[in-house]
């Protein structure tokens, strides 16, 4: 009996003796390769698709009251008047904030291409309980008309005394002939509809295939110039044209 027992245990450690020892395993071979399968690269957005703001919606004609904002903003600019604004959005206007709204404005008066380099004026977002020396309004199409005083247009922006109107119809779908990029036309709106309000006047087109200056009305018509949102396109030197406005009829499907 121990006989058995003695040999058992000697196969169990054994590397190769017993009848029953495991197979020699096959040599290892490497597995297939095979060439990667193409994936199609997802394409990229638009420039369209990318400046579509779908969110953003409003009813045709709003109610006439407005959401303020009220947080004071740091001052643009280094020298000159000092201008206080005040930042309104009328309520049904929906997808924008006036915060939002505030914060859009107030970057492009920072920008160094916009009206606080010729150093005649700083500006800077009133804050609660500051009287400002303007307010930006970004109105529904009826309101818009109210607040301009100027008849039916439902279409342009506008400055009115110390009230500077910007369409949301505008803010939203720019024009047929400038929509992309949408982040340049509102600059060019918050520009030229300001300018108005810094005793700046309509401007012609100087130069045909050249940009068109701030103060042109670019939301009508570019006559022969290029789109430009700011009034020193290059930081350092004023882009102007000579005094004067077109004639634009109003979009036939204006909206």
Known sequence: MWRKTLVTALCAISVSGCATAMPTAAPFAPAPTFPPTPVAAAPLPSPS?????????????????????????????????LLR?????????????????????????????????????????????????FTVFLATPGTRDRLCAMGTDRYTSCRNGDSVVLNIARWTHGVPHWREPLAEYRAYLINHEIGHRLFQGHELCPEPGGPAPVMQQQTLGLHGCTPNAWPYPDGRDRLTGPSGAYDDPLPADAQ
């Open 85 to 133: 604004y005040r930042i309104s959005v009328e309520e049904g206007i929906e997808g924008v904030t006036p915060e939002q709204f505030a914060d859009e404005v107030a970057t492009v008066l920072a920008d160094d291409r916009s009206w606080i380099t010729g150093g005649q004026w700083r500006l800077r977002r009133a804050g609660a309980g500051e009287r400002p020396d």
């Open 49 to 81: 698709e990318l400046e579509r703001t779908p969110e953003i919606t409003f009813p045709g004609d709003g109610n006439g009251r407005w959401r303020v904002a009220d947080r004071p903003g740091e001052t643009a600019g280094r020298s000159g008047t």
